[in-house]
C-alpha cells in the first residue's frame, strides 16, 4: 500500500500514541514535512481503544506476538554503508503482560458468530432467538472460534427439557466463570449445544419476585461489539488540565466532543456514596449534617487560596495529607472525601501536593460542568487520533502497519540520518521521535520499568443507581491495607459511545505491585458480583452484575530519563507510553517540551486557519467577506 | 410538514485512490476554478458549499477531502465520523483506479454507518471524463448493474476540468440524504460538550434543561 511513500522528510516519528501524535501535529503544523509510521494496524498503541471484537483480536496478538521470535533480520545489513551504524529497533512489544479473559455470561452455540455489520443487522432481532438461528453456523471464523473456544474449568451441564429446548443449569458458582488465559498455553474448544431456543426465557422459572434485568449473552455482546471503543488507558481531561487547553489552542477541539463526568462517588464501609463537590452538591447532600456541610465548604473555600493563609498549614508540611486533615476539625467522613474523592491522592502524599490537588480540583469545577472532567465521545482513543488528523490536514503522511527495521547513524557526525523500513526502503530525515517500546533491549539494558495494573468490566448496571442509567462516574478505591494503592474506577454508560445499550463499561487503574487480577480482583469483588450468581442469591441484586473481564499490565515507562537510554544520537528523542495518572498532563508536557527541545523558537500548536472562513455561496458566487466567518475563532477568543 | 427554513448541515467525505480528481473536484463545485497543477492543499480540513435546496431548505455541505495520511488508505476515525454520504471517486483513463473502487467502499461501509444502522448513500463518480469519454459510453449498463451490486445509489462521469455533471452528482447525493433523514431520529445529544465552541461561563448542566 506503501508505494510511492517520499524518501525525504524532516521529522520521522515513529509510534502514534498521545506524545507522539501532539508532536506530529505540532511539527507538520510548523511546515515540517513528516512521516507518521506506526507498526500496527491501529492508531495509538497502547492508548488506542477498540471494538469489542478489536479488543479480542488486539489480545490474541499479544499472544502470537510473544510465539514469534525474531526472523529474517538480514536483509538490511548489505544496505548499510561503511561509515555508517545501524541501531536496530525492537520487533516485539512487551510492554503488555498477564493478559486474562473471564467471561460470566452465557456462551451459546452463537458465540462463535463474528460481529456483524451493522449494516446487516436487523436491530429488531438482536433479542429475539431468529437472529441467532439465521447466523447459526453461518459465519464461524476460524479466528473467533480458536479465540473464544477455550473454557477451563467450566462446569455446566446441557440439561435437555421436554419440549426440546436446552437450557443450561450452571452447578457450582465458583468454577463457572469461563477463563481465557492468555499465556500462550494450548486450549481446547468448548462448544456448547444449541441453547440459542428461547433467549428471553429465564433460567430460574420462579423468580416472578425479583426485579427485571436484561439478559444478555456473549453473542450479544459479539453482535454489538461495534458500539464499545474500550480504551486500553483509563484517563479523564482535566476541564482546566494542558490537554483540553492545548485542545482549544490548536483548535484539534474541533475533531472532538465530550461528556462531563457526572459524579464523583466514594467508597467506604463496604459502600459506594456520591461526594459533593460542588457548592450546591454539599447543600444538597442528604447524608452530611448541616454541622458538616458548613465545615466542608469552610475547608474547601479555604483550599481554593491556601497560598494567601500559610499560617493554616505552615506547621504541617513536614506531615502528610491525611495527617493535616486530622487537625482540619473535619469529621472522619469528611477526611476521606477530601482525601480520596477531591485530592485524589494516596493518603502518604504531603499537605503541600494535597492542597495543591484540592485546589487544582477546585479550580477545575464548573469549567464545563459539576465535576473537574471530561470524557472524550467514543473513548480516549480518538485522542491521538485528532492530532494524527490535524498533522495529516497539514501535510504529514500517515502509513499504518510499517515496520522499521532500523535507525542508520552516520559514523562521523553521530547523528541518524535515516530509517531502513521492512521493506528495506530506506527513508532519510533530519529528526527521529520514536515511542520507547520500538527501541531494543540493547538501548534500553539499563532501564527499570514500573507496570500498570488494569482492568476492564462489562457490567450491567451502574455501581451506583440512580433514575438515570446515563451516568460518567468516577471512584476511588482506598487501598484495604496501608502500603497498597488506591484504585482508580472510571464507570462508563453508553452514551459515551464506548459500550452496547444496558451495559456499562468499567476501566480500573492503579500502579502495580503484583499482577493486575491480584491488584484488582479483590475491588472488583468488592463492587460487583459475577453474572451467574445472581440468578440465584437474591440478596446479591444491588451490587451490577459482571458479564465480561479482563485484566492486563501495561509498562509504565513515563519516569524514565533519556539519559537512561544507551547509545542514542542526540537527534533521536524518545516519547513514553501512558502513565499512571488519571490525566494527561504528563504526554502533553513531554510532547511541548520535545517541540520546543527540536524546533526552539518555533510556536507550539497554534490554531489553524478556519476552514468555515471560506464559504462560497452556490447561489450568487460571491465569497463572502472575509471576517463575517470567523465565529468560532471569535469564541474561541472569548474562551480564554 | 416542512419548516420554512429548514437548515441541513451534512458532512460529506470524498474518496479514491491517488490523484483521480478529490480535489479538483472539490474546488470546482466549491471554488468555480479548475487548476490543472497537481498541489496538495494544505491546512483545511473540508470546503464549505452551500445550497438553496428549495424555497424553504438550505443545504450546507461539508466536502471533506482526503488528507495527505490518508493516501495509504489509513484514515482516522476523525475522517469518518457522523459522515451522511460519500462521492467515491475514479479516473476512467486508469482502470486500476476502478479496480480500487470496491476496496474502498468495503472500507467505508466497515467504518461508518448511519445511526439506524443502513449505509451512508454514496455515488459513484467517474472523472476526468474529458479525457476519455468513449470508455464507459458503452459500458453504462455494466455501471448500473456495478452500482446496484455495490450499493451506490449511482453514478455520474464527470469532469473538474470541463465542469461536467458534478452539480447534477451533488444533488443525487443530497436527495438520497435527506430522503433517508426522514426515517432518522434526530437525536442530538443536550449534554455532549465542545470545548472550541463552548466560552466558560456556559455550562450546559443536564439538571438545568426545561421541560
Ligand atoms: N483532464 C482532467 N484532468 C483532471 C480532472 N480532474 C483532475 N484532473 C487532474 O488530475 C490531477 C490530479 O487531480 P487532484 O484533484 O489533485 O487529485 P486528488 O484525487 O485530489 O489527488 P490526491 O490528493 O493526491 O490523492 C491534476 O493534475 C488535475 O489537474 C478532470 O476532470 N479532467
Ligand atoms: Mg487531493
Known sequence: MADGLPTEFDVVIIGTGLPESILAAACSRSGQRVLHIDSRSYYGGNWASFTFSGLLSWLKEYQQNSDIGDKSTATWQDLIHETEEAITLHRKDETIQHTEVFCYVRQDMDDNIEEIDDLQKNPSLVTSGTLSK??????????????????HGISAKEIPKNDGEILLEVTGIEESQVKEKYYGDKTCIHTFADGDKDENKPIVEDNTDLPKRNRITYSQLVKEGRKFNIDLVSKLLYSQGLLIDLLIKSNVSRYAEFKNVTRILTFREGKVEQVPCSRADVFNNKELTMVEKRMLMKFLTFCLDYEQHPDEYQDFTQCSFSEYLKTKKLTPNLQHFVLHSIAMTESSCTTIDGLKATKNFLQCLGRFGNTPFLFPLYGQGEIPQCFCRMCAVFGGIYCLRHKVQCLVVDKESGRCKAIIDHFGQRINAKYFIVEDSYLSEETCSNVQYKQISRAVLITDQSVLKTDSDQHISILIVPPAEPGMCAVRVTELCSSTMTCMKDTHLVHLTCSSSKTAREDLE???????????????????????????????????SSGISRSSYSGLPSNVYVCSGPDCALGNEHAVKQAETLFQEIFPGEEFCPPPPNPEDIVFDGDDKQPEAPGTNNIIMAKLESSE | MQAPNKEHLYKLLVIGDLGVGKTSIIKRYVHQNFSSHYRATIGVDFALKVLHWDPETVVRLQLWDIAGQERFGNMTRVYYREAMGAFIVFDVTRPATFEAVTKWKN?????????????????????????????????????????KEHGFVGWFETSAKENINIDEASRCLVKHILANECDLMESIEPDIVKPHLTSPKVVSCSGCTKS
Open chain 1, 134 to 151: 439465521l447466523l447459526d453456523s453461518a459465519c464461524l471464523s476460524e479466528e473467533m472460534h480458536s479465540l473464544y473456544g477455550t473454557s
Open chain 1, 522 to 556: 479483590s475491588v472488583v469483588k468488592k463492587l460487583f458480583t459475577p453474572y451467574a450468581e445472581t440468578e440465584i442469591d437474591r440478596e446479591e441484586l444491588t451490587k451490577p452484575r459482571l458479564l465480561w473481564a479482563l485484566y492486563f499490565n501495561m509498562r509504565d
Open chain 2, 107 to 147: 472500507d467505508l461501509d466497515s467504518k461508518l454507518s448511519l445511526p439506524n444502522g443502513k449505509p451512508v448513500s454514496v455515488v459513484l463518480l467517474a472523472n476526468k471524463c474529458d479525457q476519455g469519454k468513449d470508455m464507459l459510453m458503452n459500458n453504462g449498463l455494466k455501471m448500473d448493474q456495478f452500482c
